[in-house]
């Protein structure tokens, strides 16, 4: 009598697997079936994969992983923990779904864990953006936000405590104080020019290099002029577009020396006329070189920062610089750029706030703290177990997918959602 492909599988792996020697006996559908999940449970399996974190960050996993006891929540104990208020909770449901009863095709495992975290809740808090009212005189008149002086005092008193890199290395401070003013201002314009998309720690490195790598007396605007385009890209290669800002940097360069004497220009509309300057660049160089602070310096965490307190909805920095100058004093305007950077470096992170060691928050006074934050990762795992073709031998194989999906609710009742999904292939 013929014997099926299956049945002679099946008994090549229970000959794999038994230390002596089997009986003989008929194969049922039931027996290769727990055959098949003993193999899976106790078979090596290496994988490398990268599952996104909560604070938006990524962690690459060990390059060899065993499959453990704990990698089955069925089998995992159950533990107790403390509920407080900070203290997420973790529930974690699985369920197997049989697709096909053979020794070759395994199931398709469903995974759900879900955390959440929780801080203290201050009631709704409104958003109460600068208003445009019409006055006696039919003159349209700028009010500012209604708790705007409390907001700003709280950060300042935040950013006294913890050091933030821009207090450091911000490109005000970069500039060698024992060249000549002139070459200071043009150093405080590179540094600048290479600050663009580059956290701060890293322009500073760039223009040390500059400073110690170009002959004496180091960056300086014939030397920059003087040094081939090669040289100076591999010399700023740290940063973000170092190819284009090699570009900007010669013709500057020589713009500069053409147009406006060797000197840097003393205008907004002069700055602004250099290739890659725009107009935060033109704001902060005009405070920092020469001293005359004529507008705002909006960066992406001003313009994100005074956003999320609900000051004005804006799309884009040059929008918010006009609606803050309709309104904040002038006497701050040099100042907030300097603020509000430090306090995204350390706080109000783009990826990741920490509201709960915000002040604002505790207080009540912004509309975007996130007061309850929940991480949902649902893993789904296809496994198919079979022989090699070489001598026999046991493969497992898992393809899968680990979708991470994060909702924060903010104190102004508004729900973020983000999801992102990762795909994980592993064969062993």
């Known amino acids: 009598m013929r014997t099926s492909r299956i049945?002679?599988?099946?008994?090549?792996?229970?000959?794999?697997?038994?230390?002596?020697?089997?009986?003989s006996r008929r194969q049922t559908r039931s027996f290769a079936?727990?055959?098949?999940?003993?193999?899976?449970?106790?078979?090596?399996?290496?994988?490398?994969?990268?599952?996104?974190?909560?604070?938006?960050?990524?962690?690459?996993?060990?390059?060899?992983?065993?499959?453990?006891?704990?990698?089955?929540?069925?089998?995992?104990?159950?533990?107790?923990?403390?509920?407080?208020?900070?203290?997420?909770?973790?529930?974690?449901?699985?369920?197997?779904?049989?697709?096909?009863?053979?020794?070759?095709?395994?199931?398709?495992?469903?995974e759900v864990e879900t955390t959440g975290a929780k801080t203290k809740k201050v009631g709704k808090v409104k958003r109460q953006p600068a208003k445009e009212l019409v006055n006696d005189a039919g003159e349209v008149e700028i009010?500012?936000?209604?708790?705007?002086?409390?907001?700003?005092?709280?950060?300042?008193?935040?950013?006294?405590?913890?050091?933030?890199?821009?207090?450091?290395?911000?490109?005000?401070?970069?500039?060698?104080?024992?060249?000549?003013?002139?070459?200071?201002?043009?150093?405080?314009?590179?540094?600048?020019?290479?600050?663009?998309?580059?956290?701060?720690?890293?322009?500073?490195?760039?223009?040390?290099?500059?400073?110690?790598?170009?002959?004496?007396?180091?960056?300086?605007?014939?030397?920059?002029?003087?040094?081939?385009?090669?040289?100076?890209?591999?010399?700023?290669?740290?940063?973000?577009?170092?190819?284009?800002?090699?570009?900007?940097?010669?013709?500057?360069?020589?713009?500069?020396?053409a147009r406006f004497g060797g000197d840097i220009p003393d205008t907004v509309a002069g700055l602004m006329s250099l290739p890659g300057v725009g107009p935060k660049m033109a704001y902060l160089c005009m405070s920092a070189a020469w001293g005359r602070t004529e507008g705002i310096g909006v960066d992406v965490h001003v313009h994100r920062i005074t956003n999320l307190w609900g000051w004005h909805k804006t799309r884009g920095p040059e929008e918010t610089r006009l609606a803050l100058q309709?309104?904040?004093?002038?006497?701050?305007?040099?100042?907030?750029?300097?603020?509000?950077?430090?306090?995204?470096?350390?706080?109000?992170?783009?990826?990741?706030?920490?509201c709960g060691e915000c002040v604002l928050a505790e207080r009540g006074l912004c509309p975007s703290a996130v007061v309850e934050r929940k991480r949902a990762v649902k893993r789904r795992v296809k496994e198919e177990v079979g022989f090699g073709e070489e001598g026999g031998e046991l493969v497992k194989r898992e393809e899968g997918a680990a979708v991470v999906k994060e909702e924060e609710v903010l104190a102004d009742g508004a729900v973020v959602t983000r999801e992102e999904e990762v795909v994980v292939k592993v064969e062993a």
């Open 7 to 23: 049945a002679q599988e099946t008994s090549k792996l229970s000959q794999a697997i038994s230390p002596s020697k089997p009986t």
């Open 33 to 110: 079936n727990s055959l098949s999940a003993f193999a899976a449970a106790g078979s090596p399996v290496t994988a490398t994969t990268s599952i996104p974190q909560d604070d938006g960050s990524s962690s690459l996993s060990s390059a060899a992983s065993t499959i453990d006891i704990e990698d089955y929540p069925h089998l995992t104990p159950s533990r107790k923990r403390k509920r407080g208020v900070n203290t997420p909770s973790t529930v974690v449901s699985s369920m197997s779904i049989s697709t096909r009863n053979s020794p070759r095709k395994g199931g398709v495992k469903t």
């Open 143 to 257: 009010h500012p936000p209604a708790n705007w002086e409390e907001v700003y005092e709280a950060v300042k008193e935040m950013r006294k405590r913890v050091l933030a890199p821009v207090d450091t290395m911000g490109c005000e401070s970069l500039a060698d104080e024992g060249l000549s003013e002139r070459d200071q201002r043009f150093q405080t314009l590179i540094a600048l020019m290479l600050s663009s998309q580059t956290k701060d720690t890293t322009t500073a490195a760039t223009i040390h290099t500059l400073q110690s790598s170009l002959p004496s007396p180091g960056l300086t605007l014939a030397n920059i002029r003087a040094v081939d385009a090669a040289t100076l890209n591999t010399l700023i290669y740290a940063v973000g577009f170092h190819n284009n800002k090699t570009r900007y940097i010669k013709a500057t360069a020589e713009l500069l020396h």
């Open 326 to 354: 309709a309104w904040l004093p002038r006497e701050r305007w040099h100042e907030i750029n300097h603020l509000l950077v430090g306090f995204g470096q350390t706080i109000c992170a783009p990826v990741g706030r920490r």
